[in-house]
């Protein structure tokens, strides 16, 4: 156990016990290098990443306090410092449950989303940084290149190779700068006790192009992983809630954000199989065959369902 998970530990239960508390013993979420997570009672504190922008930070959980009912409000919109790691504080909710993938809240996430993204950028209580896309991409080339040879390799690079080069991060990108996410899947949704749906996760909020939100989501059903039911209720909700990102016929908006969070997807894949030294699993291999299939395609051509 590191020293922050003591310290951390500690933080959530004195933080809990200012409120109302169904106690038990701490639960660590998660602890990885970019975030430590610990819950007790119904209380979560997060750790996060080392070298995270204090300024940064406080203004987005600025955004996250004012935009209700859309973002879980932090308790509290300053991060505090531990052990080298700026913590913040948050109400503990339901996450999605995994094992029940019929009852995942794809309505909901569309709705949130196109929510989020409507948001005026003028109205947010303090001005945000841009949205990080193209640059976590770009990072993840550079992770799988500096693992070391892999023979799934060549084909992630010659889809990233398709891309133009806004979305390599090489260029500014041609688009309005909305309100975005950063990182949105479905991990990033919990259920408060009122049973409201809410996007969590503030690391990553930024103004860009708001169509990489929906990137994920979009490059698993180009890659076959999610289902055109799920996609299509996704979607739907998405649309219906207004949402700016794409019009009638998503995919002219969505097609290079989806190659480029693919390509980013294939080469954090190949970068764990050396590091861990095993084989690609069935899903891992599912994104490097998809961009084996991208690569075939000149980019004005390459659409981004290449099933």
Known sequence: MTALLPALTAKVRHAAHRTPCACGSE??????????????GNIVAKAHAPGTDSTELAARLKVAAALHGTLLPPLGETATPLHGRLVTLWEAGTPVDRDNPDAAPWEAAGTLLARLHKAPAADLPHPLPDMRGPTKAARAMERMRAAGPHPAADPVERAWATLPAWARAEAPAPHPK???????????????PEGQWLLIDV??????????????????YACGLLGPDEWTRFLAAYQGAGGPAVGADPWPALDVPARALTAQTAALAVAKSVAEERPLDEVEQAVIDACDRMAALPPELAPASTK
């Open 27 to 40: 639960a660590v979420l998660a602890d990885r290098d970019d975030a430590t997570v610990i819950r007790h």
């Open 178 to 192: 909305l309100l975005c996410h950063g990182d949105l899947h479905l991990g990033q949704l919990v259920r408060t």
């Open 203 to 220: 690391d990553d909020l930024g103004l860009g192009d708001p169509a990489w939100d929906l990137a994920r989501p979009a490059a698993w």
